[in-house]
């Protein structure tokens, strides 16, 4: 069987707004550059898994909470 | 592609290296056209004036240390500036820096397979296959090597820029 395509999308642009984050903030406390996160919240960019958990981490909300596949 | 002022504040470290550093090598390649070529002004550049030894030496000589110059200040450079803005790179840089590596891998496969096949086929044939392209000389073989050395770099960086811009 064909795994389905699909593309990672993400709720981090809501859930940086809820905190009052810049994207610079964000970037920092997860150890990325910037633009880096500004290329994932445009979806031009999915991070490797380790960064995703990171950023999970960061808002402490569960991966779900941050990650979506469609 | 031109940017603002604060459009360029912008970048991430290793675009602004990536476009400065592109820079300095179009400008080593120029040198190199004018020096073992005819000049971009003329046949493309690609009709190879023979040089003596000592003189290719000197080129030679002229080139690495430009280039080492040129990649130690933009490195140092941007590399300042990144010091005073956080993190300086992360795994995207290092995933389009592996990328764009890729694409100048392909580039030297691409023309160390071209000059093979002008040299063979010019050889069999009695004239170089593209006109004035003769690189059996010292001067010419020269001139092929550096050639594809710098566009390597010239294709790396502008492959670093497309992968941070594209859409």
Do not use: C
Not at chain 1, 47 to 66: M, N, Q
Not at chain 2, 46 to 57: N, T
Request: hydrophobic content about 50%; charged content about 20%; cysteine-free.
């Amino acid at each position: 069987m064909t795994p389905r395509k699909g593309k990672v999308g993400n709720r981090i642009r809501d859930l940086r707004t809820e905190r009052s984050w810049s994207q610079g903030e964000l970037a920092e406390r997860v150890g990325a550059t910037r633009q880096t996160i500004n290329a994932i919240e445009q979806e031009k960019y999915a991070p490797t898994l380790e960064l995703a958990f990171r950023i999970a981490l960061a808002f402490e909300v569960g991966f779900e909470d941050v990650w979506t596949f469609r | 592609m031109f940017y603002t002022l604060s459009g360029s504040l912008k970048m991430a470290n290793a675009e602004r290296y990536a476009w400065w550093s592109l820079v300095a090598w179009i400008g080593i390649m120029f040198f190199l056209l004018m020096r073992l070529a005819t000049g971009v002004a003329n046949s493309l550049g690609f009709e190879i004036v023979e040089q003596s030894a000592a003189r290719l030496l000197g080129i030679y000589i002229s080139i690495t240390i430009a280039a080492i110059i040129a990649e130690s200040v933009i490195a140092g450079a941007t590399a300042a500036y990144a010091a005073t803005k956080g993190v300086e790179r992360d795994e995207r840089d290092a995933m389009i820096a592996q990328r764009a590596s890729l694409a100048s891998y392909w580039f030297v496969a691409i023309a160390l397979n071209v000059i093979v096949f002008h040299v063979l086929a010019s050889a069999t044939y009695g004239s170089p296959l593209i006109s004035g392209l003769n690189i059996t000389s010292t001067t010419g073989i020269a001139f092929a090597i550096l050639f594809v050395l710098v566009g390597a770099e010239i294709v790396n960086r502008a492959a670093l820029i497309w992968n941070y811009r594209r859409p």
